[in-house]
């Protein structure tokens, strides 16, 4: 059915900046936006549904680009023991970190998977999310990578919000592989991305580049295999050394890298020529008490996409918001509003491969939008949680 939204103002998002029209009307048919413009420039026809939005801000609904939300346990008790002193060194030696979260996530069924990952989810979407990509990569075996990956793609069928599956098992070295990560990383390759992607779980590969996970050559290694299977890449770099993984994911046109507080450069050359976009988190820099800003003069000079989002996981970024995001985008990493709004629409739409359908309001677009009771756009990265006003459209259909 064609339907007809109006009495708003739209923040388009088109071209990466506000692209304001003021008095706005939409048409939509079906899923997808058939015409945006002004009210006084609205074809001239029929619309069996005509909705009021008294005179909203509309902006393209919200997309994660950037999330683990699926994983097993808590880690608030190591947050309590990282304030009263104790390092994250003696953590892990303890059996905590990432090894916990692996171990919690194994012994979980696929249902205790998806209850507990609904819920975040849910906290998302009422700040507007209408995209999220979740990655596993709390598995590190074939059966529990596979389970993560079934309870992404079923969060994506039984919830109200696009999901975008990414397979991230070159996340951290598994207990059974202590010491051998170049076994590890032949394991990936051979056997568990050919069969995850032959099930068709996975739209993305992710890999982990850093001193205390992978190296650039054994991530290359995971990068051909994803080449051979046809699969895009994406990656976290230079989240704590400078190893030019943002270059290395570039020269394999990587749809994003991310984190990037030690990039130099050069980096941020390769990634512009590659139309690699840099995703920046935010919630880690701030929950980690980093110091080390990325390159922000660097990433603009050289025309850079930015994106933002939440990187929701246990350990570094137990972010439940994504419009909190959008406020330490700005007060953390010195984005602009327009910026930061931009991070979490379009830029964060090229970060998925998903920006031909959805992150601006055009015509031809996927019908995903927000009608959100504000003063401007800018109150967005303003207003520091809370549940602003709002009206969610998700493929043209208003949604609780």
Same mark, same amino acid.
């Given at each position: ?12 998002? &088109? ?5 304001? /029209? ?31 939005? @008294? ?7 919200? /997309? ?6 699926? =994983? ?5 008790? *190591? #947050? ?29 069924? %696929?249902?205790?998977? =998806? ?55 070159? $996340? ?26 032959? %099930? ?6 992710? &890999? #982990?580049? *850093? ?8 991530? *290359?290694?995971? =990068? ?36 990037? %507080? #030690? ?21 880690? #820099? ?15 000079? $050289?025309?850079?996409? /930015?994106?933002?989002? !939440? ?5 570094? !970024?137990? &972010? ?17 509003? %327009? ?9 964060? &739409? ?14 031809? @677009? ?6 959100? $009771? /504000? ?26």
């Amino acid at each position: 059915m064609k339907t007809l939204w109006q009495n708003c103002h739209a923040a388009t998002m &088109a071209q990466g900046v506000y692209s304001i /029209i003021e008095d706005a009307a939409i048409v939509t048919q079906g899923e997808h936006i058939q015409w945006i413009g002004p009210r006084a420039e609205l074809p001239v026809g029929d619309y069996p549904a005509v909705n009021d939005l @008294k005179g909203a801000w509309v902006t393209p609904g919200l /997309i994660d680009c950037h999330t683990h939300a699926v =994983f097993g346990g808590n880690r608030s008790g *190591e #947050f309590e023991q990282r304030l009263q002193g104790v390092s994250y060194a003696d953590i892990a030696a303890a059996g905590g970190g990432i090894a916990s979260t692996v171990r919690a996530t194994r012994a979980a069924s %696929e249902d205790e998977l =998806f209850a507990s990952a609904a819920k975040r989810l849910k906290s998302l979407m009422r700040d507007g999310v209408t995209t999220v990509e979740v990655k596993s990569g709390y598995g590190l075996d074939l059966p529990s990578e596979r389970k993560m990956l079934r309870v992404i793609r079923r969060l994506g069928a039984e919830l109200p919000v696009s999901v975008r599956s990414t397979c991230l098992a070159a $996340h951290a070295l598994p207990p059974e592989y202590k010491d051998r990560a170049d076994d590890y990383i032949e394991h990936i390759c051979a056997e568990m991305l050919p069969a995850l992607a032959a %099930e068709g779980l996975v739209d993305a590969v992710d &890999a #982990f580049c *850093e001193y205390l996970a992978f190296s650039p050559e054994q991530v *290359e290694r995971v =990068f051909l295999t994803a080449q051979r299977l046809d699969l895009p890449v994406k990656l976290h770099a230079e989240q704590l050394s400078s190893l030019h993984g943002s270059s290395l994911a570039a020269r394999y046109q990587a749809l994003s890298a991310d984190h990037l %507080e #030690f990039m130099t450069e050069d980096d941020a050359k390769a990634m512009a020529e590659s139309g690699t976009v840099a995703v920046l988190l935010p919630g880690a #820099f701030y929950f980690l008490r980093e110091t080390q800003l990325p390159p922000m003069d660097a990433l603009r000079k $050289h025309g850079v996409k /930015i994106a933002v989002a !939440s990187d929701l996981n246990p350990g570094t !970024s137990p &972010a439940l918001s994504l419009r909190l995001m959008l406020n330490m985008a700005c007060t953390c990493l010195r984005l602009t509003p %327009e910026e930061a709004l931009a991070g979490a629409t379009i830029h964060a &739409a090229q970060a998925l491969g998903m920006a031909q359908t959805h992150g601006s309001l055009e015509a031809g @677009k996927v019908a995903d939008f927000v009608a959100w $009771h /504000i003063d401007r756009p800018a109150d967005l990265s303003y207003w520091l949680g809370g549940d602003l006003e709002k009206r969610v459209v998700r493929h043209g259909v208003e949604i609780d």
